[in-house]
């Protein structure tokens, strides 16, 4: 059969009964069965009597299936999604909202990321990179930098007009710029645009005219972290950008140390709700201390007596623990999952059961913090009772964080809004709790 391409959003299920494309359609090659079972719980695809059936989850992207691309979009898209995005990562605004009208649409996720990362790096290159002082050993007709006296000793040197030195030239080829180099390179080959194409083509190579090409792997990611400092700030974007678009190549599975190489690119987005959460209750809840996947101690240990393998203890590790004068107030989790619209999964419940029975506590409860574009939107509380006596024990409140709300607050720079708004994500309320009680550590 011919090549076709398919979209759809995050959550939704395309049937061969709704799209003619997939009608007929089989996985005859091993090469695609391979890839079904390695996208397993990223995006389900069934092989059905009258053609394949797809069913998206989280992951957003674009992959191939054989002879179909397959493009899943997020949710949210065009401008609002765009400034979210910049806000989760400190990416700047430069000129990407002249691509919300058409583009967004047509393209994939990573196409995105890689048009911002291109625009960032010209943003980069104009202002002038980095550059670092190289100790250079050499032997100079005109000396320079530091004479090295002790290597004059030698015979060596005395029928030669030159002289050991040791100077430090400023040099553009460093790890910073190499890895700005690798990402140019490695962004090149993810998208399909042409003009995104020509346009990191020709960073290329003006980069590599200084710059000494090295491949991009996480020791090289983790190097180039390792030398930031205030003089090299203006790399962050890049890095964060570089760094997303590496993660959304390769898919590690569960239980597996290698990761896996995609036919395109899948990127979480539970990634990014976790990540625009955590930096706007940081920014913005004021007097309280919030950590970040914190270990809850103790909530499940083994039996010194009855552990004969020694196993360690499972740790449970809610995204945010949020801390009142040493006492925690809230234990709140990001699900990226419209639980206004869908159904709470058990698995969910049961995870955020456990965060609000393991404090000590009158009354406990545990927060999840879902994303909706529905304004309408509001708390859902689900009671855990005493199964004998039905007395209640605690509770689990499906909290909606409506996202174009959260995007107009930091779009609009409204200070107070955004102050009551963490406040409401993080407590209920939509002012400062100060009468909040506060729950001791579990």
């Not at 960073?203 to 991009?216: A, F, H, N």
């Not at 590496?246 to 990634?271: A, H, Y």
């Amino acid at each position: 059969m011919s090549a076709v391409s398919v979209s759809l959003r995050e959550w939704e299920t395309l049937t061969p009964d709704h799209c003619g494309k997939l009608a007929g359609r089989r996985l005859d090659s091993e090469a695609s069965r391979k890839l079904v079972q390695q996208l397993a719980g990223r995006i389900e695809i069934l092989e059905l009597a009258r053609g394949i059936e797809l069913r998206a989850t989280s992951f957003v992207g674009r992959f191939m299936l054989g002879e179909v691309t397959v493009t899943v979009h997020p949710k949210i898209s065009g401008g609002p999604f765009l400034n979210l995005l910049r806000y989760a990562y400190g990416l700047r605004k430069l000129d990407l909202y002249q691509l919300v009208g058409h583009t967004s649409e047509t393209w994939a996720f990573q196409d995105l990321l890689v048009h911002q990362f291109a625009t960032e790096a010209t943003e980069l290159l104009a202002r002038g990179i980095h550059r670092d002082y190289e100790q250079t050993f050499a032997e100079l007709v005109n000396p320079r930098g530091r004479i090295e006296f002790k290597r004059l000793v030698g015979v060596a040197h005395l029928a030669k007009a030159v002289l050991p030195c040791i100077y430090h030239p400023r040099s553009e080829d460093n790890v910073l710029n190499q890895v700005l180099l690798a990402g140019l390179r490695y962004a090149s080959g993810l998208t399909t645009d042409n003009v995104l194409r020509w346009r990191l083509g020709h960073l290329t190579k003006t980069l590599g005219e200084t710059v000494s090409i090295k491949r991009l792997d996480t020791i090289l990611l983790v190097k180039a972290r390792r030398t930031m400092d205030r003089r090299t700030s203006t790399y962050e974007p890049v890095l964060a950008l570089i760094k997303l678009l590496f993660q959304g190549k390769g898919v590690s599975l569960e239980g597996e140390g290698t990761p896996i190489r995609l036919p395109g690119f899948l990127f979480d987005m539970n990634r990014f709700f976790q990540t625009l959460l955590s930096r706007f209750l940081h920014d913005h809840l004021e007097g309280y201390e919030i950590q970040d996947e914190f270990h809850l101690k103790e909530l499940f240990c083994y039996d010194t007596d009855r552990n004969p393998l020694g196993r360690e203890a499972p740790t449970q590790k809610p995204d945010f623990v949020i801390w009142k004068n040493r006492q925690i107030s809230t234990i709140l989790d990001a699900k990226y999952r419209d639980l206004w619209e869908n159904k709470l999964p058990r698995h969910m419940l049961y995870q955020l059961a456990l965060y609000a029975l393991g404090q000590k506590s009158a009354t406990p409860k545990a927060v999840i913090l879902y994303p909706t574009l529905i304004a309408e939107s509001r708390d859902q509380a689900i009671i855990i009772r005493d199964p004998v006596s039905g007395k209640p024990q605690g509770e689990v409140i499906l909290r909606p964080v409506d996202l174009l709300k959260l995007e107009k607050l930091l779009r609009e720079g409204d200070g107070n809004g955004r102050s009551n708004f963490a406040y409401h994500l993080a407590f209920g309320c939509l002012h400062h709790p100060a009468s909040a009680t506060t729950h001791a550590t579990p």
